[in-house]
């Protein structure tokens, strides 16, 4: 499918039902999340005005995973993210989170493979490491947008510090866990 690796073009009707133009078929959300997971680029029209509504239908997909059993998404994160509407870092923090994302889908299988080997605490640096990009990146997207250039660094930000030793011991006991685990 989708050989010329063009945007699948799905039209969803009134009736909520949504229709593949590239099979000619009709497809379920599920499809559709299934399709994200391939790499598979779709735009989602209204069939009736032709209004491009991918981030409602994503939002959607979200939603049904998030009220299955695949919660992925905490309650406090839910609510940081509901928090950020409205305010100013609400233009640059989509962009942060995009490239905090792909930086995290880079490094999946390095961490993968780290904590899968024995030894004391295989992967905790390259996590340490890779959070403290996250929040080099942060402060240079909030230097942008704010055109300040005296934003606070992360070494200058002392919860930023806390937050990445917390994060750090959650590391530890994982990789403790995992370990249990695999000596069984």
């Given at each position: 499918m989708n050989a010329k690796k063009e945007k699948v073009i799905i039209k969803k009707y009134a009736n909520r039902r949504l229709y593949n133009t590239d099979s000619s078929s009709y497809v379920t959300l599920e499809f559709l999340s299934q399709l994200?997971?391939?790499?598979?680029?779709?735009?989602?029209?209204d069939a009736k005005t032709?209004?491009?509504?991918?981030?409602?239908?994503?939002?959607?997909?979200?939603?049904?995973?998030?009220?299955?059993?695949?919660?992925?998404?905490?309650v406090n994160f839910l609510r940081d993210l509901i928090s950020y509407y409205g305010k100013s870092v609400q233009?640059?923090?989509?962009?942060?989170?995009?490239?905090s994302?792909?930086?995290?889908?880079?490094?999946?299988?390095?961490?993968?493979?780290?904590?899968?080997?024995?030894?004391?605490?295989?992967?905790?640096?390259?996590?340490?490491?890779?959070?403290?990009?996250?929040m080099e990146m942060f402060t240079k997207a909030a230097q942008a947008m704010t055109g300040n250039p005296f934003y606070p660094t992360p070494k200058e930000e002392p919860q930023a510090d806390n937050q990445l030793k917390a994060m750090q011991e959650q590391l530890k006991a994982m990789q403790e866990q995992l370990d249990k685990i695999a000596k069984k």
């Open positions: 994200v997971r391939d790499g598979v680029e779709f735009v989602v029209l032709g209004e491009d509504i991918t981030r409602q239908v994503l939002t959607q997909i979200i939603f049904e995973e998030e009220n299955g059993d695949s919660n992925l998404l905490s233009s640059f923090f989509p962009s942060y989170l995009e490239m994302m792909k930086n995290f889908a880079q490094y999946q299988d390095q961490w993968r493979k780290a904590l899968s080997v024995g030894g004391e605490n295989p992967g905790f640096d390259m996590f340490s490491n890779a959070m403290k990009a996250n």
